[in-house]
């Protein structure tokens, strides 16, 4: 956590709700992208966003900064989103995946790392959004906000070991949509560096 967040959550906690505006416009596109990725409906994921920062906002004083603010910011959207899908009882959707060795799930991503940044930024949140909402809230916070197993592990709950074999199994799935969706423009991609 920085400093400057534990300055903000004491001004909060002491009344100030000036700081709050900050810290909510510090983080609302991460909570709000976070949403988003597991709910699949922009309204909902704005709901949410909303029920997450009154949550914060409630139990602020509760927060020990054991962690980063963000580690927690993120844990309560996760919490947030889960209640929403029970409370709508979604069915999750389920990719189907052929069985992918970690040699080619490797190859996947060494091919998205020759491709441009932005190009593989929105191919990947292109993907990433096909799949069932935890996997996409997984892999957001894997390769969009590079976080690590512990921290992920704090956020969702779980051991860092089952962290690790949830993310292969995602990452299966994902590649097994990127070969589908990217191989083309993977080739179209060589064909331009070759000319």
Same mark, same amino acid.
């Given at each position: ?71 927690? #910011?993120?844990?309560? !959207?996760? %919490? *947030? ?8 009882? /979604?069915? &999750? ?61 704090? #956020?969702?709950?779980? !051991?860092? %070991? *089952? ?8 990452? /299966?799935? &994902? ?21």
């Amino acid at each position: 956590m920085t400093t400057n967040d534990q300055i903000l959550i004491n001004q909060i906690v002491e009344g100030d709700t000036n700081s709050f505006t900050i810290l909510v416009d510090r983080y609302k596109d991460l909570v709000f992208t976070l949403a988003l990725r597991m709910l699949k409906n922009r309204e909902e994921a704005e709901e949410v966003a909303q029920d997450t920062f009154i949550k914060t906002y409630k139990s602020l004083e509760k927060f020990k900064g054991d962690s980063k603010f963000s580690t927690w #910011i993120y844990r309560v !959207t996760y %919490n *947030s989103c889960l209640d929403r899908i029970k409370k709508n009882k /979604k069915h &999750l959707n389920n990719v189907e995946i052929n069985e992918f060795t970690e040699h080619q799930v490797v190859t996947i991503d060494n091919a998205l790392d020759n491709m441009e940044t932005k190009e593989r930024k929105e191919a990947m949140q292109r993907c990433i959004n096909t799949l069932p909402n935890e996997e996409s809230f997984l892999l957001t916070l894997y390769y969009f906000d590079d976080l690590s197993l512990d921290e992920i592990s704090k #956020i969702v709950g779980i !051991t860092a %070991n *089952s962290i690790k074999v949830k993310l292969f199994r995602s990452r /299966k799935k &994902l590649a097994t949509i990127l070969k589908s969706q990217l191989e083309p423009e993977i080739i179209d991609y060589y064909e331009r560096e070759r000319r």
